[in-house]
């Protein structure tokens, strides 16, 4: 390889510039999409605070937002909540900020970083919040004058379209749905430990992203990177529990639509493998039903014990060193 393809290799990767592997077909939904969200906010905005200022910075705001919903309508910074609660939340700060330090150089940076703030610690990151607690600042009389309206007229109205569009529009095409929640992709058929014969390759993610046809809100090499210490941690422990006990909580370790969570609602003191175990799944597929299977059947399954924490499980203490 030449000096010269190393150099452009390099400055490729400072730039952050990835392959795009979405069809061309893809591409133009997307814009398609972007163009009928943002004709229903356009309209509602025009309609609240005229053709002013005002009304060209919360367009700006939800255009953003347009991106996300149309583009990557699977990602975590599209899905409903985040765009609910980052614009409210991001909306009902900046409209504070202003009435506080209507004056002030900084109100406009005050209101965009305790949005950023806000948004993390509620869990609905929205990059486009942003830009609407900074139109609550700088959006000028108009929107000065709206006070705490400016949370529900215009921009709950301007949430409401756009997410109505979204909904609407990517209900149209097979491989999209928003939320993300309803989408429904082809599950692969499982395949055994033993069945397997080659390892997961650089080749086989820019494959399998290709025929994913849509945009993913992550770098190759950062996937690669999470799926190789998924791995490394889940070689630590290859072992089924020793007990199962009612009360407990226990993963079948697996990835994607086949991951499962079970609690034992009732079991046998004793150590019978043909004991009968009550459960039910809290987690993952067929989730909220309930089953009733032999000890040994249970413990064939589990991978490992798992414990609820700060929103997401997490292998127990004595399952491996970590």
């Keep these: 390889m030449s000096h010269h393809s190393t150099l452009l290799q ?14 061309h077909a893809e591409k133009l939904i997307s814009g398609l999409g972007g163009l009928v969200g943002m004709l229903a906010v356009y309209t509602i905005s025009v309609l609240v605070c005229g053709k002013g ?10 255009a953003a937002s347009a991106v996300l919903l149309f583009a990557v309508p699977h990602g975590a910074l599209s899905q409903p909540w985040a765009v609910i609660g980052g614009h409210l939340l991001s909306a009902f700060i900046g409209v504070t900020c202003q009435r506080l330090f209507p004056d002030a150089l900084w109100t406009g940076a005050l209101a965009v970083g305790l949005a950023i703030t806000t948004m993390h610690y509620m869990r609905c990151i929205h990059p486009p919040g ?13 929107v000065h004058a709206l006070g705490y309206l400016y949370v529900l007229t215009p921009i709950l109205l301007n949430v409401a379209a756009i997410m109505t569009a979204a909904v609407l529009f990517n209900s149209l095409f097979s491989w999209r749905r928003y939320p993300a929640h309803l989408a429904r992709r082809r599950k692969s058929k499982p395949v055994k430990p033993a069945e397997r014969q080659f390892e ?13 046809d849509s945009y993913v809100d992550i770098t190759a090499e ?23 006990l009612a009360g407990r909580f226990y993963s079948n370790g697996k990835l994607g639509n086949l991951w499962s969570i079970r ?12 004991d009968r ?28 014990e798992v414990l609820p924490q700060n929103g997401r499980w997490i292998k127990t203490a004595g399952t491996d060193s970590a």
């Excluded at 609690?263 to 043909?274: H, N």
């Design 222 to 244: 950062s996937l690669t990177e999470l799926l190789e210490l998924a791995k490394q941690h889940a070689e630590k422990n290859i072992t089924h529990p020793e007990t199962i």
């Design 53 to 62: 200022p005002g009304a060209v910075l919360l367009v700006a705001s939800m």
């Design 130 to 142: 942003g830009a609407t607690a900074l139109g609550a600042v700088i959006g000028g009389a108009d």
């Design 10 to 23: 390099e400055c490729r990767a400072l730039l952050g510039l990835e392959r795009n592997t979405t069809s």
């Design 200 to 212: 997961l390759t650089q080749e086989d993610f820019a494959a399998a992203m290709e025929q994913l």
């Design 263 to 274: 609690q034992v609602v009732d079991a046998s003191e004793g150590d019978d493998r043909k």
């Design 277 to 304: 175990v009550i459960y039910k799944v809290l987690a993952g597929a067929e989730a909220y039903e309930t089953g009733i299977c032999t000890r040994d059947e249970f413990r064939q399954w589990a991978r490992f």
